[in-house]
């Protein structure tokens, strides 16, 4: 991912949100919000995910590297839609499967 801290700070100025406001609906803190847009760390699928549903945008609206993978855009589109409790589902196999490829 490359400049998705930009794209998100944009998308918070142009809907007019705090980084407070956009935290406390994302269940964390403001500081939270401010190490992950300060770090040089990508956050994870599900971080991420919460934070575009908090701000009403698309994964893939953020994310400039996938473009590129059609199957990953499809991926983040269909994983967007699910619940949370479907999203730690899909995570848990997808880690136990990217293990098991660790040979």
Do not use: H
Request: glycine content about 6%; some cysteine.
């Amino acid at each position: 991912m490359n400049d998705w801290r930009g794209k998100v700070r944009a998308i918070v100025k142009r809907k007019g949100f705090s980084l407070r406001e956009v935290s406390l609906r994302m269940g964390r803190s403001e500081g939270y919000l401010k190490v992950l847009l300060a770090r040089e760390n990508d956050p994870g699928v599900d971080t991420l995910s919460k934070l575009c549903k908090v701000l009403a945008v698309p994964v893939s609206s953020v994310i400039d590297d996938v473009p590129e993978n059609p199957e990953a855009l499809e991926f983040a589109r269909c994983f967007e839609k699910l619940t949370d409790d479907q999203r730690t589902a899909i995570k848990t196999i997808m880690e136990a499967m990217a293990a098991g490829n660790q040979t």
